[in-house]
């Protein structure tokens, strides 16, 4: 299977947690690349099988919450994603609240369909911040597997 993952990163952090997810999915033996949401070409999406789309999250801690403007932006701007399986992700310093459900509703609009979702907290500790990336991978290739069976 080839994984796109597509992210919008202001610091550096959701960048990171992108690489971590591709190299999970690579360590299952599947082909995974990341690119950044913005400026991804329509060839690249066309070749994916599966994408993953992650963005920070901004607003004003309680209120105005969810994905980075860029990420919007970018899946505006994506090719029609003809029933393609997807999965998206946040990172963010306090709580996302809506942003997951955000993400997923405008991926649908492209055409996706998103079965899973997971936040990831720029927790203080740094050795905690990615540790739920393998259980996030198991789960999107599980369900992005169940989608080519049904498809
Ligand atoms: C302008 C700005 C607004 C933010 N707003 C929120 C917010 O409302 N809630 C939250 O939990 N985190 C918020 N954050 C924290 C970021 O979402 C978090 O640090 C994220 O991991 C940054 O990702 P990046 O390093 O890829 O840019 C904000 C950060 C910035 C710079």
Not at 28 to 39: D, E, K, L, N
Not at 65 to 74: F, I, N, Q, S
Request: some cysteine; proline content about 4%.
């Amino acid at each position: 299977m080839r994984v796109l993952i597509l992210y919008e990163s202001r610091r550096g952090f959701t960048l990171t947690v992108a690489q971590a997810i591709r190299d999970q999915i690579r360590a299952r033996g599947h082909q995974a690349t990341t690119a950044p949401i913005r400026s991804v070409d329509a060839g690249t999406v066309a070749a994916a099988d599966a994408l993953i789309v992650g963005s920070w999250v901004a607003g004003k801690i309680v209120a105005g919450v969810g994905p980075a403007e860029g990420a919007l932006e970018g899946i505006a701007g994506l090719p029609h994603l003809d029933g393609r399986p997807a999965a998206v992700f946040c990172t963010c310093a306090v709580a996302p609240f809506g942003t997951l459900d955000a993400l997923a509703s405008r991926l649908a609009a492209r055409g996706a369909h998103v079965s899973v979702g997971e936040v990831f907290r720029k927790t203080r500790r740094k050795e905690r911040r990615l540790t739920n990336v393998p259980a996030f991978v198991d789960e999107a290739l599980r369900e992005f597997d169940g989608s080519h069976e049904r498809a």
